[in-house]
Nanobody
Framework: QVQLVESGGGLVQPGGSLRLSCAFS????????MAWYRQAPGEQRELVAR???????IYTDSVKGRFTISRDNAKNTLYLKMNSLKPEDTAVYYC??????????WGQGTQVTVSS
């Protein structure tokens, strides 16, 4: 069973940067398309970025040019580098496979708060 552990969140001022990490275990990481999702208070969880097994990436429009998704298959780890953070980026960030199956687990997420 896949297990996901997100880390790296925190409180940052607008314009600041963070790097999130996601430790993956329980299956063969390198074969999956992986993604970062986020959920702001009162909102539905949304897809932020995804990275294919071959390394190609796709971003939602609101983070293009500011966020970079990457993966280290040797370490079974997914990353999200976030630059030029805005208050509207405040959310709990989760990683998972893409697409997420109905029986897939979610990790605990990592809170990102952008505020002065």
């Amino acid at each position: 069973q896949v297990q996901l552990v997100e880390s790296g969140g925190g409180l940052v001022q607008p314009g600041g940067s963070l790097r999130l990490s996601c430790a993956f275990s329980g299956s063969i990481f390198r074969i999956y398309t992986m993604a970062w999702y986020r959920q702001a208070p009162g909102e539905q969880r949304e897809l932020v970025a995804r990275i294919f097994s071959g390394g190609s990436t796709i971003y939602t429009d609101s983070v293009k040019g500011r966020f970079t998704i990457s993966r280290d298959n040797a370490k079974n780890t997914l990353y999200l580098k976030m630059n030029s953070l805005k208050p509207e980026d405040t959310a709990v960030y989760y990683c998972n496979r893409f697409p997420v199956g109905s029986k897939d687990n979610w990790g605990q997420g990592t809170q990102v708060t952008v505020s002065s």
